[in-house]
């Protein structure tokens, strides 16, 4: 009897896809509800406004998924340290590096073989297998994402629409899910 069910490295790669695209889109519903000036807004100190994280995002992901089977995920002409410099000027700017940032994390993960899953790649000059080195960078987003949902809340206050179920709406939400 042929088994038509997908492998399970097939499965890891299409689950990881949505994954990413999941906290790529949760960006974007955070990016909905912001004005222009709340892109550079910081709770002050060493934290980051929503534009430095959003450079940073975009410059990892260029480093990490060009060339991604084959030179280390840590490019030498990234320069890592201009992320962290708030110089572009429009919020299409910063949209515009954010979804150059996220083609190329798509775009690696969807030419991707299953095969390639055990693969050894560098970052930094460590070795990973593929499946590592996508789940590393599955949380690094995943929790600057965090950061931006975090900032962009604080700064919309009781102008912000929850990405979740809301407080209070917990029983309802879970009431309309039962069968």
């Known amino acids: ?59 990892n992901m260029v480093s990490r998924w ?40 798509l775009q690696t993960l969807d030419a991707l073989d299953e095969d390639e899953l055990s693969s050894t790649v560098y970052i930094r000059g460590e070795a990973h297998t593929v499946v590592e080195a996508i789940s590393r960078q599955l949380w690094h987003y995943s929790l600057h994402v965090g950061q931006i949902l975090y900032v962009a809340k604080h700064r919309r206050g009781d102008d912000w629409t929850s990405l979740s179920v809301p407080r209070g709406m917990s029983e309802e939400y879970a009431r309309k899910a039962r069968p």
Do not use: C
């Open 1 to 59: 009897m042929n088994d038509t069910r997908p492998s399970l490295a097939r499965n890891y790669l299409d689950a990881s896809i949505a994954d990413f695209k999941r906290v790529k889109k949760l960006g974007e519903k955070a990016f909905e509800q912001l004005n222009d000036e709340d892109y550079r807004w910081t709770p002050g100190g060493e934290a980051n406004s929503i534009a430095i994280l959003i450079k940073h995002l975009a410059g």
């Open 66 to 105: 060009t060339d991604f089977l084959t030179t280390d995920g840590e490019k030498p002409n990234r320069e890592r340290d201009g992320e962290f410099v708030d110089d572009i000027d429009t919020r299409e700017g910063l949209i515009e590096v954010w979804e150059r940032g996220w083609g190329h994390v």
